[in-house]
Every structure is written in structure tokens, then in C-alpha cells.
């Protein structure tokens, strides 16, 4: 099989999938699919669809239309503010965007009415992690702007935390988030369908307690492709952590000194590390490098220690030197699953779904 490559197990995404739906679902919250780390990925985009989420989120319209090239007629989210230059393009392709800037709703307002089509938005609050989101003291005066706005449709709030400083999601800023929604609804005779209260890293906080807010959708990607939360980094309970496996070829593999020969000057990345010398030893080249993963994120399923990577080699100490054409497998993080989704270079192999 072609090297390197994602060995990517539908029956596990699908496992995931259905499991987080299933008890998300008994706390009254919909899951909307994120397909953003897998470029979107229509077999991924199938396999969730398949296994209950309410719709598909991607923060690229770029993905978005793709996926709509590919036939998928789910209701899809654009889940990053739209770029002004692209306000036709996600009217075009998504049923809905994230918002929190009202030049843009105004943009997607006049291109919903040009092209004769209503277009929903969800109202992004700023909850502390400092990244998108309109401030909450904000939030009414805005709303009213929204709502003269020609055929757009303020269909929800929502909020994203954790990912630019880590703000863990808990009982108080959801609740908080709860409340600006009952303040829309009484303030202007309305109700509002969606609160998107997060990503992966409001599992924790859902998994363990009963629901006592409002929030009612959860926007899940990481979970569902790595099986783990994104705040500590646990496996969660009932999920495969192994659905996606990195498969790289070995190039050259030679017993080298443990440390190198000459003045020591800046790699071609930068800073060396200091190194340790501990002898000769089996050292293996892998055809990979950091234009297809980070090389940080990987972890070798046999325990041997990745020592270094360049554009195209992945350096490691191995036991014994490895036949030359062998393949070695790795676990991936998110950080390196993206990288790899994304590079044309790594192909894709697919285990499809058997049930
Ligand atoms: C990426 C992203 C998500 C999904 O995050 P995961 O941690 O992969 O679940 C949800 N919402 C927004 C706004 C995002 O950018």
C-alpha cells in the first residue's frame, strides 16, 4: 500500500460518533459533526451523518463546498466567522454561519437577498477564552441590528472556550451563556432554536453532571476522530482512541553516533537540543516530515524515540536497525492529525463501515 499514509477505521469514527450522540442526546443537547481536521472528508462526513449527528460543521468554506461536490445535502455550519470576501460563497454552500461581527450578517444579508435565500446565523458571546465572540454587554443592542436584516435569521447563540487560553467550560459560563438566551427571548418576543455551548472540551463538564442549562448543541470534532477531551487530554470512557493510525516507510536505517561530529551551529528548523551521549546507535529514517505532520504529535506504537524532523525525514532511535521498505506506525494528536489530513502528500485508506 502506498506510504505514507492515514489508515482511517470508519466503524470506529462511527462508534464514537454514536456513543457521544446517544448521551449527549439524554441530556437534550444535538451534536453537529466537525470535519474541519479532516479537510472534509466526505467518507468521514457519510460516517458521521450515518451515526446521528443533527448536521456538519467546518470552519472553511473551502471544505464546505467540497463536501456539497461530493453530494452531501446535510444541513452544513460554517463554524468561523465568514470572511467578507466570501459572504456569497457561504451563502451559497452553508445553511448557516457563525457570527460576531454585524458587517459581515450585513454582507450575508444582501447576498441571501440577491440570491432569493434565507440565510440562518448563530451569534458567537465571548465567555472569557478570549477568541471570537461579541462582548456580552454587547448582545441586545446588536440583536436589534440583526433582526431588520432582510433574509437572515437569527437562529441561536453560542460560544467557543478552550482553545485560545484554555477556559475550561463549566456550570457558571454556561449558565451565563443560558441567560443571555432568556434575555434575547423576553427582551424581543422570540425563540432562539440553537445554544451551542462549545467543542470537545465541554465534555467533561456534560459527561459528569446532568444537564441544569439550556444549552442544547454541542459542536464535536477531536472527540469523536481521536477519542479523547481536549482539556487534559483523557480518553474518554466507551471510545477508541486508535480510529486513526499514521503508517510511514522506512528510507535508510544505520547504526550512528548518539551525538553529532563538528561545531554545532542552528538545524535547519532552528535550536538543537542538547544531546546525550549514549553510544553508537540504530538510527532509522522514515519518508515523512514536518510539511505532512508535527513531528511532536506522534508517538510510535512501539515505544521507539523520535529524535528529530526535517521537511521530509522523521528521525528515530530504534532497537535494531529496520529493513529498508518496512512500514512503522504512529498514534497521532490533533495537532499532527491535521497536519496530515491536510498534506498531499499522505494518502488516505479508508476502513469502510461493515456492521
Ligand atoms: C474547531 C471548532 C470546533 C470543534 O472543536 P473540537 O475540539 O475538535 O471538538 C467547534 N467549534 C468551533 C467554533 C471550532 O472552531
Redesign the pocket.
Known amino acids: 500500500m502506498a506510504a505514507p499514509r492515514l489508515e482511517i477505521d470508519l466503524n470506529k469514527i462511527h462508534h464514537n460518533t454514536q456513543t457521544l450522540v446517544q448521551r449527549l442526546a439524554s441530556e437534550g443537547i444535538s451534536v453537529t459533526g466537525?470535519t474541519?481536521?479532516s479537510l472534509g472528508s466526505a467518507p468521514i462526513a457519510h460516517t458521521l451523518l450515518q451515526a446521528g449527528v443533527c448536521g456538519l460543521?467546518d470552519?472553511r468554506i473551502e471544505n464546505i463546498e467540497s463536501m456539497r461536490r461530493a453530494n452531501i445535502t446535510a444541513h452544513m455550519s460554517l463554524?468561523?466567522a465568514p470572511m467578507l470576501s466570501q459572504a456569497k460563497r457561504v451563502v451559497q454552500a452553508a445553511d448557516l454561519s457563525?457570527n460576531s461581527e454585524l458587517d459581515i450578517i450585513k454582507q450575508l444579508s444582501y447576498y441571501a437577498h440577491e440570491l432569493k435565500r434565507v440565510h440562518s446565523i448563530v451569534l458567537m458571546l465571548e465567555l472569557g477564552d478570549l477568541r471570537e465572540g461579541i462582548m456580552p454587554e454587547e448582545l441586545l443592542e446588536t440583536v436589534e441590528s440583526i433582526l431588520v436584516l432582510p433574509n437572515i435569521e437569527l437562529k441561536g447563540i453560542g460560544t467557543?472556550l478552550a482553545?485560545r487560553c484554555g477556559v475550561s467550560p463549566d456550570t457558571r459560563n454556561m449558565a451565563q451563556l443560558s441567560e443571555l438566551a432568556s434575555q434575547i427571548e423576553t427582551k424581543f418576543k422570540l425563540n432562539l432554536a440553537i445554544i451551542s455551548g462549545?467543542?470537545?472540551?465541554n465534555l467533561p463538564w456534560i459527561l459528569n453532571q446532568a444537564n441544569h442549562t439550556r444549552v442544547n448543541n454541542l459542536?464535536?470534532?477531536?472527540?469523536i476522530l481521536l477519542g479523547r477531551e481536549?482539556l487534559q487530554r483523557h480518553p474518554i470512557e466507551g471510545l477508541y482512541t486508535d480510529a486513526i493510525t499514521l503508517i510511514a516507510e522506512v528510507i535508510e536505517s544505520k547504526i550512528k553516533p548518539s551525538v553529532a561530529t563538528g561545531v554545532i551551529a542552528q538545524s535547519a528548523f532552528g535550536a538543537v537540543p542538547a544531546q546525550i551521549d549514549q553510544g553508537p546507535k540504530a538510527q532509522s529514517i522514515l519518508a515523512i516530515g514536518i510539511q505532512d505532520i508535527d513531528p511532536a504529535g506522534l508517538t510510535a506504537t512501539q515505544n521507539q524515540q523520535i529524535l528529530a524532523a526535517s521537511s521530509d525525514h522523521l528521525i528515530i532511535h530504534t532497537q535494531q536497525c529496520l529493513t529498508i521498505g518496512s512500514e512503522m506506525k504512529f498514534q497521532l494528536n490533533?495537532s499532527a492529525l491535521l497536519r496530515a489530513m491536510t498534506s498531499p502528500f499522505v494518502n488516505k485508506t479508508y476502513f469502510p463501515i461493515t456492521n
Not at 198 to 201: F, H, K, M, V, Y
Not at 219 to 223: A, D, F, M, Q, T
Open positions: 466537525v474541519k481536521a460543521g470552519s463554524i468561523r457563525f467557543n482553545c462549545g467543542n470537545s472540551a459542536r464535536l470534532g477531536e472527540s481536549p490533533y
